[in-house]
C-alpha cells in the first residue's frame, strides 16, 4: 500500500508567519497613527485660509503688517472654541497662529507674513517656532 503524504504546515512555519505578522504589524500602527494626526492637522492648516487671504489684502491695503488683526481691518473675528481639528486661531500685526485641539497633541501652526512694500511682494513663511515641525506634522521654513 502506499503510504499517503502529511498535508499542511509544520509548527515552526506557522511560528515563523505568526512572526513576520507581528514584526510588520509592530512597524505599521505607530505610522497609522502618525498618518491619522497628520490629515487631522491638515484641518487645521486649511482653516488659517481665509485668514490668510483677509490678511494679504489687509497688508496691501496698509501697505504694511501693523494694524492687520484679527476683528478688524476685514479680517475675520479670532476662534476661541475648537472647530474639527481646530482648538484657536488668532491674527496678531499679521501674523497667524493656529492652535490644534488634544486630536493633534495641541501643536500650533505660525504663519508669519513676509511683505516687500517696494515691490508690493508678500510671501508666507510657517516660522520654526510652529509646534507643528517638531511634531512632523507641517513643514517650517
Known sequence: ?????????????????????????????????Q???????????????????????CIQDLNSETGCDAGVAGIPDPITADRGSLASL?????????????AVDGVDYVLDPNYV??????TWTVLATSTCGAANLCKTD
Not at 498618518?35 to 489684502?57: C, E, G, N
Not at 512694500?117 to 508678500?122: A, D, G, R
Request: zero cysteines; charged letters at 10%; proline letters at 4%.
Open 90 to 102: 488668532a491674527v496678531a500685526g499679521g501674523t497667524i497662529t493656529a492652535t490644534g485641539t488634544q
Open 117 to 122: 512694500p517696494t515691490t508690493n511682494e508678500l
Open 35 to 57: 498618518y491619522t494626526k497628520r490629515a487631522k492637522f491638515a484641518d487645521v492648516i486649511s482653516q488659517t485660509s481665509p485668514y490668510k487671504a483677509a490678511v494679504s489684502l
Open 1 to 33: 500500500m502506499y503510504k499517503q503524504a502529511q498535508k499542511g504546515f509544520t509548527l515552526i512555519e506557522l511560528m515563523i508567519v505568526i512572526a513576520i505578522i507581528g514584526i510588520l504589524a509592530a512597524v505599521a500602527v505607530p505610522q497609522y497613527g
